[in-house]
């Protein structure tokens, strides 16, 4: 591990404690996913019948495939939901797609 040696106003042990302070905090923010809300992003999906761009914006999915076009969402964008789903606004989560699946009723 990389480390610079600089002096520092108060002393290097304060900036070094708190800087494990900062990283230890960190540590434990990673594994609280609800604590980011993503507001806007863009990926690549490797589908398997090629790659599409999803993205997000505004809690507005959006993908270039031709099957979101016609439905609102798609493979892609949900499952791209379910992979961030802590990170998302509940308006975010929300997919067209489950109103076009026909559900079955026990006779
Ligand atoms: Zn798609």
């Not at 923010?29 to 999803?54: M, P």
């Not at 992979?83 to 026909?102: F, V, W």
Request: charged share 20%.
């Amino acid at each position: 591990m990389y480390r610079r040696r600089v002096p520092a106003p108060g002393g290097d042990a304060t900036v070094h404690s708190s800087m494990i302070g900062k990283v230890e905090k960190a540590m434990r923010y990673a594994h609280e996913q609800d604590r980011v809300k993503l507001e806007k992003l863009t990926a690549s999906f490797a589908g398997d019948n090629g790659t599409h761009t999803v993205s997000l914006d505004a809690d507005t999915w959006h993908c270039d495939c031709h099957f979101f076009v016609a439905a609102g969402g798609c493979s892609h964008t949900l499952a791209v939901q379910k992979m961030l789903d802590p990170m998302l606004s509940d308006a975010s989560r929300e997919t067209p797609l489950y109103g076009h699946i026909e559900v079955a009723s026990p006779a």
